[in-house]
């Protein structure tokens, strides 16, 4: 399993914007993608994925409600992509080809990702990091 974290600095300071270009990027080369975040920002991401990438169409929709790109509290058993904007979140136990782990800027959430960074690494996973300026 391969786990990227993309640490958001310089333009880059959205986490849902950054998760909403890779949920482009990811659709429609893989058939199922996960968003897990706490459901304030699923929501704004709801909003956000119905206007853009402009002139696109995203199938996606609020768990329980299936569709190839969930918005979920909790992580699924399974799915090809996994996007964490939570860095509070339990370590996932499911089935997935990928996680990306989306960084934000504020420093008091860092530690938390560092924790998870040192956990996947643990659990054998190809851990990738990447900068986005």
Same mark, same amino acid.
């Given at each position: ?20 270009v890779?949920v482009?990027?990811?659709w !429609? ?9 706490p459901?304030?920002? &699923?929501?704004? =991401? +709801?909003?956000q994925?119905? *206007? ?9 929709a ?5 569709? !190839? ?10 799915a090809?992509? &996994?996007?964490? =904007? +939570?860095?509070?979140?339990? *370590? ?15 420093e ?16 054998g996973? +190809? ?7």
């Amino acid at each position: 399993m391969r786990v990227d974290f993309y640490e958001l600095s310089g333009r880059f300071t959205d986490p849902l914007f950054v998760a909403g270009v890779l949920v482009g990027r990811a659709w !429609p080369t893989v058939a199922s993608i996960a968003v897990v975040a706490p459901r304030a920002q &699923l929501q704004q =991401l +709801d909003k956000q994925l119905w *206007l853009q990438p402009e002139g696109r169409f995203l199938p996606h929709a609020m768990a329980p409600d299936p569709a !190839p790109i969930r918005l979920m509290e909790d992580a699924p058993d399974s799915a090809d992509i &996994l996007i964490n =904007l +939570d860095p509070t979140a339990p *370590l996932p136990g499911g089935r997935f080809e990928r996680i990306l782990e989306i960084v934000p800027p504020d420093e008091s959430l860092k530690a938390k990702l560092r924790e998870r960074w040192i956990a996947w690494k643990q659990r054998g996973a +190809d851990v990738q990091h990447h900068v986005l300026r």
